[in-house]
């Protein structure tokens, strides 16, 4: 069995993972991402009982019980970069002996949902509504970093983006990876559901204009005209391609929900985003204690 060096897989004095600060039995197999590390509390502080804290750059971790459910709530700061390590670093807690720093025969996968917020590219999704994932489409170039393969339908489905979108290969080179199915059926009712695009920046990369020229000033009204067969874009944001796709390779679970805070059609903000992401928080974590 082939031995993972110390500089690939950095593990600390306290045998803890080099980003996330975390030993293997810290985590729990069920998994919330987080972007803001303040949103940790926010969750944690439903569960009954919290049995580990950690706190190491944007990487805040709390792991606790509701009921009898183990959950873990980590909080991964904003972008894809940030998912690269995160889900690397969750996936090396479980799937790699840290001891003798080789992949374990046995693999565990995790089950990963991220609670984050988004902004929405369609006039009917309004402010403080929510958006189930039923796809990430990246144009964060993440995954390109990575042998990965779409399958047959999302390879024309991204065909289909690439044409009707003209995004230019200066910006990415798109890639799409489906959500989970065995959690995406937990989370039907009062949730949109549709493609999440997302982007590597939250100004030009999702057409914001504030003092910079943009070289595709019509990414907003592409994205929001594209259709793929029953398939729309319902928003964007900064890491659910990097999750839904480095989850499928390494053999996680992985959904992505998103509260929406701003829409990019209607020139709309949230009158209270707060209030959103508590009821949010509220709806998923009564959905996976319910499991
Ligand atoms: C940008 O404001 C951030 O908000 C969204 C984006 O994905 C990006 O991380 O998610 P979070 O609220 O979970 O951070
Ligand atoms: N998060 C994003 O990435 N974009 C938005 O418009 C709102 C939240």
Not at 19 to 34: C, G, K, M, S, Y
Not at 105 to 133: C, F, H, K, M
Request: charged share 20%; with cysteine; glycine share 8%.
């Amino acid at each position: 069995m082939q031995r993972i060096q110390e500089s690939e897989l950095i593990i600390n004095k306290r045998g803890a993972v080099y980003h996330l600060d975390l030993r293997p039995e810290e985590l729990a197999d069920t998994i919330i991402t987080v972007g803001d590390p303040d949103r940790v509390a926010a969750v944690s502080k439903h569960f009954d009982r919290i049995e580990h804290k950690c706190n190491h750059r944007e990487f805040i971790s709390h792991t606790g019980y509701m009921g009898k459910k183990r959950l873990t709530v980590i909080s991964t700061g904003i972008g894809p970069d940030n998912i690269d390590i995160v889900l690397n670093e969750l996936d090396a807690l479980v799937n790699i002996d840290l001891a003798t720093r080789t992949i374990k025969p046995e693999l565990t996968p995790l089950n990963i949902i991220r609670v984050g917020t988004s902004g929405a590219l369609q006039a009917d999704i309004p402010t403080d509504s929510y958006v189930v994932s039923t796809h990430g489409l990246g144009i964060d170039n993440l995954l390109n970093f990575y042998r990965y393969e779409e399958n047959d339908e999302e390879k024309q489905l991204l065909q289909s983006f690439v044409t009707q979108t003209q995004l230019n290969h200066r910006i990415s080179q798109p890639y799409i990876c489906g959500s989970s199915a065995h959690l995406i059926k937990h989370f039907v009712n009062n949730f949109h559901h549709g493609i999440t695009v997302t982007c590597p920046g939250f100004y030009g990369p999702q057409g914001r204009i504030l003092r910079l020229g943009l070289s595709n000033p019509q990414l907003i009204d592409r994205l929001t005209q594209f259709t793929f067969g029953p398939h729309r874009i319902t928003n964007f944001e900064m890491e659910t391609s990097g999750i839904y796709g480095l989850g499928k390779l390494l053999g996680h679970h992985c959904l992505s929900i998103s509260a929406i805070v701003a829409n990019r059609v209607t020139k709309q903000f949230s009158k209270d985003s707060q209030a959103a992401i508590e009821q949010l928080i509220r709806k998923t974590l009564d959905i996976i204690s319910s499991w």
